[in-house]
C-alpha cells in the first residue's frame, strides 16, 4: 500500500523557519517528481514547489522563491521542505505528492501538515 506521510509543521513566529518531511512506504521516491502543496482557508490548494528527482531541477511558487528550499534524500526515502523567513500568509495546510507534482490523478498525498505563522 502506497503511503506518504508528512510531518513537521506547527507553529512558529513570523521570520522563522519549520523543516517539513514527508515519508515515503510503498513507494521509491527515485523517479519522477516530488511536490509540495499547501491549502489555507478558504482557498484554494496550490503547488509551493516541485522536484525532478531525475535531473534536480526545482520549481518554487513566486512567493516562496528565495525563502523555501525542496529536496529529497533518496537513501531514506523521503522528501524535505525547507522554510524560512516565513510569513502569516504562508499558514496552511502542507501536503506532499509523489509521484508527479499533482499532475496526475492517481499521484500520493500525504494527509497534510499544519504550518501556522503568527505571533
Known amino acids: 500500500q502506497v503511503q506518504l506521510v508528512d510531518s513537521g509543521g506547527g507553529l512558529v513566529q513570523p521570520g522563522g523557519s519549520l523543516r517539513l518531511s514527508c515519508a515515503a512506504f510503498g513507494l521509491t521516491l527515485d523517479y519522477g517528481a516530488i511536490g509540495w502543496f499547501r491549502q489555507a482557508p478558504g482557498k484554494e490548494r496550490e503547488g509551493v514547489a516541485c522536484?525532478?528527482?531525475?535531473?534536480?531541477?526545482?520549481m518554487y511558487l513566486d512567493s516562496v522563491k528565495g525563502r523555501f528550499t525542496i529536496s529529497r534524500d533518496n537513501a531514506k526515502n523521503m522528501a524535505y521542505l525547507q522554510m524560512n523567513s516565513l510569513k502569516p500568509e504562508d499558514t496552511a495546510v502542507y501536503y506532499c505528492v509523489a509521484p508527479t507534482c499533482g499532475v496526475n490523478p492517481d499521484d500520493s498525498w500525504g494527509q497534510g501538515t499544519q504550518v501556522t505563522v503568527s505571533s
Open positions: 522536484i525532478n528527482v531525475s535531473d534536480g531541477r526545482t
